[in-house]
């Protein structure tokens, strides 16, 4: 299955763009279009699963902690942490290189840190 991506709230929305832009066949939305801006990291987690997508996000403050919360009760599509100071090209880049080289299954329950 082909990866999805789901932008936590905190995320530039450059990146989503950005990604849209570049590779329009990608699937990347925003938690604000889901309608759910202002929900917990665990609440943002149950969607992104729901909805099949990888979370991708800013939050390496809390947002590790309750990834492992969650999956060691839910199966997760997975996240993507990126940091605030990485450049926009490259997590673009990143992003595309994920989505194009790998397929969704492969990031289940896992938790990386870009750049790649």
């Known amino acids: 299955m082909k990866i999805a ?3 936590d709230e ?3 929305h450059a990146i989503v763009l950005g990604v ?3 590779e329009p066949l990608v699937s990347f939305i925003r938690i604000g279009d889901l309608g759910a801006a202002g929900r917990d990291d665990l609440a943002i987690l149950q969607i992104a699963s729901e909805q099949g997508r990888i979370l991708v996000s800013h939050d390496f403050k809390t947002m590790p902690q309750h990834f492992h919360q969650f999956i060691s009760r839910l199966s997760s599509p ?3 942490l990126i940091p605030q100071t990485l450049a926009l090209n490259r997590a673009i880049e990143d992003l595309i290189t994920i989505w194009v080289a790998s397929e969704a299954e492969e990031w289940e329950n896992q938790l990386y840190y870009l750049p790649l």
Do not use: H, Q
Request: hydrophobic share 40%; proline share 0%.
């Open 20 to 22: 849209r832009r570049r």
């Open 10 to 12: 905190d995320l530039r």
């Open 5 to 7: 991506y789901l932008a």
């Open 78 to 80: 997975g996240v993507l």
